[in-house]
């Protein structure tokens, strides 16, 4: 049966690719908007995503549609300029990449460090010139992209040049990803930028989990601490002018967590447990972001992978045994809180989960029975009556 759920979720993943991936967002309830009511219920969850009061959405409004066009208009004139700039830019990455793979067992140690490590620090004196003048913003992201890559990659051929025969890998992360972590730290904290800001945030959580792996911490009760300290960070950055940030962390902040919670419940209990609570956990998650009117698409995210944890772990709990009916009973009343939580990730995953249970009951009982064309007439009008249940409750959220 949960072979079977799996099926169902590929295909219609796979689907979202050959027909277009808004026939999934809309089935999750990201981006389906089809009346005024939602579309409200949008514009309020953006507003408090981003901060937006009501005066700031009139000031807006309030602007007149030629000011728009004339400031596209002038924007327009400099497309040329950053095209060339931009074209120019991948020939020369794309030069410096050729050079590197054509010749790279043919240099020396110190020319292999000059053309890593030393064009990254090149490309940092950029950066830092394109943020001293403040002229080009839009540069500022690939251009730290491009530094940290070729610093960081010149750092590790730094370290193998110097010890070749080296292979404690954790030591050379743990210096590397300091040095990154503090230079880029420093960078923030003189500038204030988005990128940088990110950056820091990677090079001193991957120093972090590297350096706690060293202590011998396990695995998982790194993944719990570290999970739990970006929603700390995250729920700072909602605060401040960083805070396109926050949802991405939030993202990972939970992916983090519920790992290491998922390997911590599995060594002590079961794998069927470890699905169930974790799971949900996750919608747990995911049903406090929905309290709070934030992040629609994190909510979406969390009930359908929540809610499919969920059901797979209590239907393996639940198979073969006296109770094996519960499983509908509760993908029954899950239907309820579709429609009080107007989630539609959630009734997808609980309308998959309930007929699916209802094909599997069917065939272990009925399938060597002179009932099963009863059986067979029976599960027709179970979809039809699950359906028409579905249909009347996605026009009520």
Same mark, same amino acid.
């Given at each position: 049966?949960?072979?079977?759920?799996?099926?169902?979720?590929?295909?219609?993943?796979?689907?979202?690719?050959?027909?277009?991936?808004?026939?999934?967002?809309?089935?999750?309830?990201?981006?389906?908007?089809?009346?005024?009511?939602?579309?409200?219920?949008?514009? &309020?969850? %953006?507003?408090?995503? !981003?901060?937006?009061?009501?005066?700031?959405?009139?000031?807006?409004?309030?602007?007149?549609?030629?000011?728009?066009?004339?400031?596209?208009? &002038?924007?327009?004139?400099?497309?040329?300029?950053?095209?060339?700039?931009?074209?120019?830019?991948?020939?020369?990455?794309?030069?410096?990449?050729?050079?590197?793979?054509?010749?790279?067992?043919?240099?020396?140690?110190?020319?292999?460090?000059?053309?890593?490590?030393?064009?990254?620090?090149?490309?940092?004196?950029?950066?830092?010139?394109?943020?001293?003048?403040?002229?080009?913003?839009?540069?500022?992201?690939?251009?730290?992209?491009?530094?940290?890559?070729?610093?960081?990659?010149?750092?590790?051929?730094?370290?193998?040049?110097?010890?070749?025969?080296?292979?404690?890998?954790?030591?050379?992360?743990?210096?590397?990803?300091?040095?990154?972590?503090?230079?880029?730290?420093?960078?923030?904290?003189?500038?204030?930028?988005?990128?940088?800001?990110?950056?820091?945030?990677?090079?001193? !959580? +991957?120093?972090?989990?590297?350096?706690?792996?060293?202590?011998?911490?396990?695995?998982?009760?790194?993944?719990?601490?570290?999970?739990?300290?970006?929603?700390?960070?995250?729920?700072?950055?909602?605060?401040?002018?960083?805070?396109?940030?926050?949802?991405?962390?939030? %993202?990972?902040?939970?992916?983090?967590?519920?790992? +290491?919670?998922? #390997?911590?419940? #599995?060594?002590?209990?079961?794998?069927?447990?470890?699905?169930?609570?974790?799971?949900?956990?996750?919608?747990?998650?995911?049903?406090?972001?929905?309290?709070?009117? &934030? !992040?629609?698409?994190?909510?979406?995210?969390?009930?359908?992978?929540?809610?499919?944890?969920?059901?797979?772990?209590?239907? #393996?709990?639940?198979?073969?045994?006296?109770?094996?009916?519960?499983? %509908?009973?509760?993908?029954?009343?899950?239907? !309820?809180?579709?429609?009080?939580?107007?989630?539609?990730?959630?009734? %997808?995953?609980?309308?998959?989960?309930?007929?699916?249970?209802?094909?599997?009951?069917?065939?272990?009982?009925?399938?060597?029975?002179?009932?099963?064309?009863?059986?067979?007439?029976?599960?027709?009008?179970?979809?039809?009556?699950?359906?028409?249940?579905?249909?009347?409750?996605?026009?009520?959220?």
């Amino acid at each position: 049966m949960m072979s079977l759920l799996v099926v169902i979720v590929i295909v219609i993943l796979i689907g979202g690719g050959f027909w277009g991936w808004p026939l999934l967002a809309g089935a999750l309830g990201i981006s389906n908007i089809t009346n005024k009511a939602d579309a409200l219920r949008h514009i &309020r969850q %953006l507003m408090n995503t !981003y901060d937006i009061t009501p005066a700031e959405v009139e000031i807006a409004l309030s602007i007149p549609a030629s000011e728009h066009s004339a400031t596209h208009s &002038r924007s327009k004139g400099d497309i040329a300029k950053i095209l060339f700039a931009l074209l120019g830019s991948i020939f020369i990455f794309a030069g410096i990449s050729t050079y590197i793979g054509m010749f790279w067992d043919s240099m020396g140690s110190v020319m292999r460090v000059l053309i890593t490590l030393g064009v990254g620090y090149v490309l940092l004196i950029i950066l830092i010139s394109a943020l001293q003048e403040e002229k080009f913003p839009k540069f500022i992201l690939p251009l730290t992209c491009a530094a940290v890559f070729m610093m960081t990659s010149g750092w590790f051929v730094l370290i193998h040049e110097l010890y070749p025969q080296g292979d404690n890998w954790r030591t050379a992360v743990l210096a590397v990803f300091a040095v990154m972590g503090l230079q880029q730290g420093v960078l923030f904290g003189k500038y204030r930028r988005t990128a940088l800001l990110f950056t820091s945030l990677f090079f001193a !959580y +991957g120093f972090l989990e590297v350096g706690l792996d060293l202590l011998g911490v396990p695995v998982a009760y790194i993944s719990i601490v570290l999970g739990s300290s970006i929603f700390l960070v995250a729920t700072a950055l909602e605060k401040s002018p960083h805070r396109v940030l926050a949802e991405p962390a939030l %993202l990972i902040g939970a992916c983090w967590l519920n790992s +290491g919670l998922f #390997d911590r419940i #599995d060594l002590f209990t079961s794998t069927n447990w470890a699905s169930l609570i974790t799971g949900t956990c996750i919608m747990l998650t995911a049903y406090g972001m929905h309290k709070t009117d &934030r !992040y629609p698409r994190l909510i979406a995210l969390g009930y359908f992978i929540g809610s499919i944890m969920a059901y797979v772990g209590l239907f #393996d709990l639940l198979q073969n045994s006296a109770i094996e009916l519960l499983y %509908l009973a509760v993908t029954a009343s899950t239907l !309820y809180a579709c429609v009080v939580l107007q989630s539609r990730a959630l009734l %997808l995953t609980t309308v998959i989960a309930m007929l699916s249970f209802i094909v599997y009951f069917s065939e272990k009982h009925f399938a060597n029975s002179l009932g099963w064309p009863v059986t067979l007439v029976l599960i027709g009008i179970a979809f039809l009556g699950v359906g028409a249940i579905a249909i009347k409750l996605k026009k009520r959220m």
